[in-house]
């Protein structure tokens, strides 16, 4: 059984705190953690897949392996990537059902909300979006078949 | 570009006067280089702006009394100032407008309705801001007219061989910049006039980015229209000034309806008010134009010889210094430029750059400074860009030198 979304928000809230609330670090830390982000499939890097900003880019796609759905995503900007491998991370592995409940408090913990307050430029509202309109297609999917 | 200006400004007695940069952002002092975008307000700004609404706040001109009075004067007197300010022949023709984009609007519209003619051609540059771009293309659209572009060398000068070209005598109108927003670059508006008259056509300039930097002199430069906004000249935001020759503006139809631009209003005729009310429909924006006057008296107390030179300063010191960094490329080297400093890094996108610069406490714009045309023409998506006021210091250059410095070693 793989961790809970809520489990895995705790950790992320956990890493952070070390940072201290020191802006420089969080932001040096968040890059790094996107340069460990899994390489995107560059056949995936289509226009259909990308959710636009006004600033930065971002790709994604999804696909659902044995009732669980896989993102895979890049960035053409550091700290975008950064934030989207947050999200890759919490979502990966997890049912479409609880991707859709998904309550993403960690945001607010770890003072992500400096960075979803400039959407407009990195698009990171709209990835989020993207993301649980992914689950809710496989979940509309799921529930045909069954 | 040299050092050898030295200013006597004594910046520190300036920094007193603006509360907005004694404060910390993100644990650090902050440095604000967003000037281009808007500048700060000095307190004597802001202060006129808690008087006007603590103390007389009235609708002007048509009151009679105490307090109407009282704000009609301050309203006009702003008024005055900026017509010294550029050295307008008559107060009639200065109007006051919400900013830079309006006052274009207004022209494009009432002057473009009256004047414009289909295969008429308007001329504007490469190096317009959006605001200079889209007003004319509504132009062109209603009335059939052709837009034609002067380009951009690749030091981001405009190519006056070129727009010799262009110009002929299907040629009503010429809209430029004074100076750049994205690059800088102070363009030769004289000579631009001049060529543009003697074809006939009409002139405008957008001011934008040189009412707190440069001389202005509408009557030497012999343009036809000059457009300023207030909150790029330590004003407040939400007012600006059009210039334009009377003349010209007597003959341009109303661009709004309302109280003020009115003499009488019959429904079957009205008749419209003398310049400059014809152009200010409604209740103006009567808190701000009044700010605005302390703003222009702030600017003539330094002097703008004095802030150029302390600008260009801060340019040439920052030019050199970003020239030392590896993968930096300045975005923007005309000869003559005001204190705006564009680049990029190789492999950095400009948002990261922006944003680790927020981190501690330095304030950039990045992207593409409303001007996608241009940032298409340098091959650039966006770019980086610090702009200097009167108040930053080679000590604020110095902490932003250190912060791309430590971005380039952590990202390289």
Request: glycine share 6%; proline share 3%; charged share 20%.
């Amino acid at each position: 059984m793989s961790k809970s979304i809520t489990d895995i928000q705790q950790e992320i809230i956990q890493e952070f705190s070390l940072l201290d609330g020191d802006m420089e670090m969080t932001v040096f830390y968040i890059m790094e953690l996107g340069q460990k982000l899994p390489a995107m499939n560059e056949a995936n890097k289509t226009e259909d897949n990308v959710v636009k900003g006004c600033q930065s880019k971002v790709w994604l796609a999804a696909k659902l392996e044995n009732d669980n759905v896989y993102f895979e995503a890049d960035s053409n900007t550091a700290i975008t990537k950064g934030l989207v491998s947050l999200l890759v991370r919490i979502f990966n592995g997890q049912s479409p059902e609880a991707i859709l409940n998904a309550d993403l408090s960690f945001m607010q913990k770890i003072g992500m909300e400096r960075f979803i307050g400039t959407q407009r430029s990195n698009g990171f509202a709209a990835m989020i979006k993207q993301m649980k309109l992914y689950a809710l297609a496989f979940k509309t999917k799921q529930d045909v078949k069954s | 570009m040299s050092v050898a200006t030295r200013t006597s400004l004594d910046v520190e007695n300036i920094r007193k006067q603006f509360p907005v940069l004694h404060q910390k952002v993100n644990g650090r002092d902050l440095v604000y280089f967003d000037n281009a975008a808007t500048n700060q307000k000095p307190d004597a700004v802001i202060n006129s702006l808690v008087d006007y609404y603590s103390n007389y706040n009235a609708n002007i001109h048509r009151g009679i009394h105490t307090l109407a009075e009282k704000a009609t004067k301050a309203y006009e007197q702003t008024r005055a100032l900026a017509k010294e300010f550029i050295n307008a022949a008559s107060e009639q023709e200065i109007i006051f407008v919400r900013g830079v984009t309006e006052a274009i609007n207004l022209v494009a519209a009432s002057y473009g309705k009256a004047f414009i003619r289909e295969g008429d051609e308007i001329i504007i540059s490469g190096l317009e801001h959006h605001s200079n771009i889209v007003p004319w293309q509504f132009v062109c659209q209603d009335r059939k007219a052709v837009l034609k572009v002067i380009n951009v060398k690749d030091n981001g000068e405009l190519d006056l061989e070129q727009f010799k070209t262009l110009i002929s005598s299907k040629t009503k109108l010429v809209a430029v910049n004074h100076a750049s927003n994205s690059l800088g670059t102070i363009n030769p508006i004289k000579q631009i006039i001049d060529l543009a008259h003697a074809n006939h056509a009409v002139v405008l300039i957008d001011g934008a980015q040189a009412g707190a930097h440069l001389p202005i002199d509408v009557q030497a430069l012999n343009c036809d229209f000059y457009c300023l906004s207030s909150h790029k000249m330590f004003g407040p935001t939400g007012t600006g000034i059009l210039y334009g020759k009377k003349n010209l503006m007597e003959l341009m139809p109303p661009y709004q309806g309302g109280g003020e631009m009115i003499k009488s209003v019959s429904f079957e005729k009205t008749t419209y008010n003398d310049l400059p009310y014809k152009f200010e429909a409604g209740t103006p924006n009567i808190a701000d134009v009044i700010a605005f006057g302390k703003a222009i008296e702030f600017i003539n107390s330094i002097g703008k010889e004095a802030i150029a030179a302390h600008e260009h300063e801060l340019l040439v010191y920052a030019t050199e210094r970003i020239k030392t960094l590896p993968h930096v490329r300045v975005i923007g080297e005309a000869k003559e430029k005001v204190g705006v400093l564009s680049f990029s890094i190789d492999g950095i996108h400009p948002f990261d750059i922006g944003q680790m610069l927020d981190a501690r406490g330095i304030a950039v714009r990045t992207g593409h400074h409303c001007t996608e045309p241009l940032m298409e023409r340098l091959g650039v998506e966006g770019t980086v860009r610090a702009s200097f006021s009167v108040y930053n210091t080679k000590q604020e250059v110095d902490q932003f030198i250190e912060g791309l410095d430590r971005i380039i070693k952590f990202l390289k």
